[in-house]
């Protein structure tokens, strides 16, 4: 048997967690990919009544899933709409068109999300960064930060 050096865990809490504002959501980034060698983040997405999420996208490198933790949370891709509830998962490969949605106008959601890679998170750090500076990104400012994580929109076949 190989001989391993001590290897720590984390426990990540709320109250500890980086705290990101992108429009009305709030993202709390519990792992960025700094402790797991950038294999994967984890963060929690509130989203108010009645919010939508990113414009329809898919991504070049990285899987995300998805885990409902509370309310119900509308995935949208091209060939359908599917309402998860907390407690359910969607997962999403590279190459699938997607978004998301809250899908009640009087709850809010909650959703787990992890990435591979983890450094996904900076593309939220990036857009909390313009709101805090008071910015308001266009169309191509959004698309050219979504393509630096290998993001694009659905008409995008494959990287510019």
């Known amino acids: 048997m190989p001989v391993r050096g001590p290897v ?5 809490t709320r109250q500890a967690a980086e705290v990101l504002r992108v429009g009305p959501m709030t993202i709390r980034v519990y792992e960025d990919g700094s402790r797991t060698g950038d294999r ?15 414009p329809m996208h ?16 509308c995935f949208i891709t091209p060939e359908a709409e599917v309402d998860a509830s907390a407690g359910d998962v969607m997962t999403v490969p590279p190459g699938a068109v997607h978004t998301f949605k809250n899908a009640s106008e009087t709850e809010a959601c909650e959703i787990y999300m ?6 996904y998170v900076d593309y939220f750090r990036m857009l909390d960064k313009a709101g805090e500076e008071g910015k308001m990104l266009g169309k191509e400012e959004i698309e050219h930060l979504m393509a630096l994580f ?8 494959s990287e510019p």
């Open 8 to 12: 720590s865990v984390n426990l990540a």
């Open 40 to 54: 994967i983040s984890a963060i929690l997405l509130e989203i108010p009544p009645g919010i939508s999420g990113p």
């Open 58 to 73: 898919w991504h070049r490198f990285h899987d995300e899933l998805f885990f409902v933790v509370k309310g119900t949370c």
């Open 114 to 119: 992890s990435a591979t890679p983890g450094h």
């Open 150 to 157: 290998g993001t694009f929109p659905p008409d995008v076949e």
